[in-house]
Structures are given as structure tokens and as C-alpha cells.
């Protein structure tokens, strides 16, 4: 091909990389203009998108606000625009809002760099088994979270991140805590080291990521401290890695921490394991209800069988009185 030809090539496609650049860039913008009943409700520190007829904006703005300040820690030394809430009706908007590779099963998407965060509608959050509350959290942990480490928050590894998320967030989800116990008691367990990049593509498997995100950033701070969890976030925001900002703020590397913590698990949940399935636990006080019955009923007809022996003899009173 021709230079010339090249350069006709080029300004023919040019308005359309245009618009599928603005497309990807201002997705829910664009989205928000092809459909007017988008509506937006703002307080000091969000801007709530939602459609009226689908949910009422407001609890979302109380629990946002109401959650807001709990993150001054983190929030604390940097720029803070309004975050964005965009609340989706369906399925079919909530994937395309996303715009990047994300699973089915997926309810919140948060976008640190640029301040927003996308939502499934809140009846779906609650079909599958989630708090709304909850999620508005974790995604907001997020945000500041990304807004803070803006130098180095593209190589935080993803199980820090989320680990983060959920423990500032006070999130708390008990059927991933069922499945870890379960994985420690097989010896299942996913390194963190193949956490880094993604979460497994299961739904099982990428609760497990999660529940052991948290464990492993839980355990950090109960072995040295929450403070050293702030301070492996400063040295985050000042630049550093994470495998430094480890080795700086707990003297371990990564890997070390990695090995570590895994082996602390069985340590940790040694007979919590044994009840790790909600089926076996229920088995279990089903033949604990029973053993106690048997041996109750063990008891008593021992009982009745030594008031018998008893009636049996003859009261030395009578006794004495038949000479």
C-alpha cells in the first residue's frame, strides 16, 4: 500500500476509533444521554445515577455518606472528587456500564482512576444474598483505595486490593467463610502468588479468592499490627510495591508472607475445619442431640432398675419387728 493510500485508509477510519474510543471512555455518560430516564440525585460527597422508577436514590446516598467518614484514615492527605454511583436497572446495562471483561455472576464494578462505581439493581444484590449496604462499601473502600495508591495501584496484587476492600469495608459474607474452612480441612487452599492477576472464573472458586483475600490481610494485622496495615498502604501511596512496602513495614517478602500464612491455617482452624460444611455441622448436632437421648435414657432405666432392686429388700424396721 501506498503512502498516500495509508493516509486515506487512516482518515477514513478516524472518526470511528474516535467514536469507539469516546464509546468505551464515557460509556455510562453516553448511556445516560440514550436513555433519559437515567436520573442523578447529589450529596457532599456522591453523585447518585439511577432510574426512579426502579429504586429510591436515597438510601444509597445515606449509606454512602454515612460510611464516608469511617475512611478519614484513608482518605486523609488527598484529593477527593465526588464519587459516582451508577445503579443499573438490568443485567443488560450493568454490562454494559462495565464495559471491560467481567463474570455473570458479578454485582458491583468499581473504576478507582476515575472516581466511579456500577452497581446491579438492588433486587438482584439481594437474590444473591448480598447486603446492599455491603456492596456500596466495598466498592467505595475501592476507590479511595485506588485514589490513594494512583502511583502503583496497576501492580497491587488483586488479592490485596479486594483483601482491603472487605476488611475496611467491614465486610462480612458467612458462606465464604464456610468455604474456606472447607478448603483448609482438604488442604485446597489457593496461593496468594496465583492471586495476583486475577480471581478464578468459578463463582466457588473466586469466593474463595475472596474469603482468603480477607484472611490473609486479617492476618497481617493480627501478627503485627493494624498500624503496619496503614503503613504498608502509606509506603503504596508514596510509590513502593507491595513486596517492598512488606519488607519494609514486616520484614517479609511477599513469598515469605505467602508460605507463612498458609501454613497458619490449619494452625488457626484446626477443629473449626471438622464443621466446615454446613451439612456435616447439622449431621453432627443431629448425633449429638441422639447420643445425649441414649444416655439419658441409659440413665433412667438404671435408675428404675435400682428402685426395683430396692422395693426388693425387706426395711430392717419389719425386720425387727418379725421376732
Same mark, same amino acid.
Given at each position: 500500500?501506498?503512502?498516500?493510500?495509508?493516509?486515506?485508509?487512516?482518515?477514513?477510519?478516524?472518526?470511528?476509533?474516535?467514536?469507539?474510543?469516546?464509546?468505551?471512555?464515557?460509556?455510562?455518560?453516553?448511556?445516560?444521554?440514550?436513555?433519559?430516564?437515567?436520573?442523578?440525585?447529589?450529596?457532599?460527597?456522591?453523585?447518585?445515577?439511577?432510574?426512579?422508577? %426502579?429504586?429510591?436514590?436515597?438510601? @444509597?446516598? +445515606?449509606? =454512602?455518606?454515612?460510611?464516608?467518614?469511617? #475512611?478519614?484514615?484513608? $482518605?486523609?492527605?488527598?484529593?477527593?472528587?465526588?464519587?459516582?454511583?451508577?445503579?443499573?436497572?438490568?443485567?443488560?446495562?450493568?454490562? %454494559?456500564?462495565?464495559?471491560?471483561? @467481567?463474570? +455473570?455472576? =458479578?454485582?458491583?464494578?468499581?473504576?478507582? #482512576?476515575?472516581?466511579? $462505581?456500577?452497581?446491579?439493581?438492588?433486587?438482584?444484590?439481594?437474590?444473591?444474598?448480598?447486603?446492599?449496604?455491603?456492596?456500596?462499601?466495598?466498592?467505595?473502600?475501592?476507590?479511595?483505595?485506588?485514589?490513594?495508591?494512583?502511583?502503583?495501584?496497576?501492580?497491587?496484587?488483586?488479592?490485596?486490593?479486594?483483601?482491603?476492600?472487605?476488611?475496611?469495608?467491614?465486610?462480612?459474607?458467612?458462606?465464604?467463610?464456610?468455604?474456606?474452612?472447607?478448603?483448609?480441612?482438604?488442604?485446597?487452599?489457593?496461593?496468594?502468588?496465583?492471586?495476583?492477576?486475577?480471581?478464578?472464573?468459578?463463582?466457588?472458586?473466586?469466593?474463595?479468592?475472596?474469603?482468603?483475600?480477607?484472611?490473609?490481610?486479617?492476618?497481617?494485622?493480627?501478627?503485627?499490627?493494624?498500624?503496619?496495615?496503614?503503613?504498608?498502604?502509606?509506603?503504596?501511596?508514596?510509590?513502593?510495591?507491595?513486596?517492598?512496602?512488606?519488607?519494609?513495614?514486616?520484614?517479609?517478602?511477599?513469598?515469605?508472607?505467602?508460605?507463612?500464612?498458609?501454613?497458619?491455617?490449619?494452625?488457626?482452624?484446626?477443629?473449626?475445619?471438622?464443621?466446615?460444611?454446613?451439612?456435616?455441622?447439622?449431621?453432627?448436632?443431629?448425633?449429638?442431640?441422639?447420643?445425649?437421648?441414649?444416655?439419658?435414657?441409659?440413665?433412667?432405666?438404671?435408675?428404675?432398675?435400682?428402685?426395683?432392686?430396692?422395693?426388693?429388700?425387706?426395711?430392717?424396721?419389719?425386720?425387727?419387728?418379725?421376732?
Amino acid at each position: 500500500m501506498t503512502s498516500q493510500k495509508w493516509e486515506s485508509s487512516i482518515l477514513k477510519t478516524l472518526p470511528y476509533l474516535c467514536f469507539l474510543i469516546l464509546l468505551v471512555t464515557y460509556a455510562p455518560l453516553s448511556h445516560s444521554r440514550e436513555n433519559e430516564s437515567w436520573q442523578m440525585v447529589e450529596s457532599a460527597h456522591f453523585q447518585v445515577y439511577y432510574h426512579p422508577h %426502579a429504586i429510591s436514590p436515597q438510601e @444509597i446516598v +445515606d449509606i =454512602a455518606e454515612d460510611f464516608y467518614p469511617t #475512611l478519614d484514615r484513608l $482518605i486523609n492527605g488527598i484529593p477527593m472528587d465526588k464519587i459516582e454511583i451508577w445503579v443499573c436497572e438490568t443485567q443488560e446495562q450493568f454490562q %454494559a456500564a462495565v464495559h471491560a471483561p @467481567i463474570q +455473570d455472576w =458479578a454485582i458491583g464494578c468499581a473504576f478507582p #482512576l476515575s472516581s466511579r $462505581i456500577v452497581i446491579q439493581n438492588p433486587r438482584v444484590i439481594l437474590q444473591r444474598e448480598f447486603q446492599l449496604s455491603q456492596i456500596i462499601r466495598h466498592e467505595i473502600v475501592h476507590v479511595v483505595f485506588g485514589q490513594r495508591t494512583q502511583k502503583t495501584i496497576r501492580g497491587i496484587p488483586l488479592w490485596f486490593n479486594e483483601g482491603v476492600a472487605i476488611y475496611l469495608s467491614g465486610e462480612w459474607v458467612p458462606r465464604r467463610h464456610e468455604l474456606l474452612l472447607k478448603h483448609v480441612f482438604s488442604k485446597s487452599t489457593i496461593p496468594l502468588s496465583k492471586l495476583a492477576d486475577e480471581f478464578p472464573k468459578s463463582e466457588s472458586l473466586a469466593q474463595l479468592a475472596y474469603a482468603e483475600s480477607l484472611n490473609a490481610v486479617t492476618w497481617l494485622t493480627e501478627i503485627a499490627g493494624v498500624d503496619k496495615l496503614w503503613e504498608i498502604i502509606d509506603l503504596l501511596g508514596k510509590g513502593n510495591d507491595l513486596n517492598t512496602a512488606y519488607k519494609e513495614a514486616i520484614g517479609w517478602e511477599l513469598a515469605t508472607f505467602d508460605v507463612e500464612w498458609r501454613n497458619s491455617l490449619p494452625r488457626r482452624y484446626h477443629w473449626a475445619a471438622l464443621f466446615s460444611s454446613s451439612h456435616l455441622f447439622w449431621g453432627s448436632l443431629a448425633l449429638l442431640v441422639v447420643l445425649v437421648y441414649l444416655r439419658s435414657r441409659y440413665r433412667s432405666r438404671q435408675r428404675l432398675v435400682e428402685l426395683e432392686q430396692e422395693d426388693m429388700e425387706v426395711d430392717a424396721f419389719f425386720k425387727q419387728n418379725s421376732t
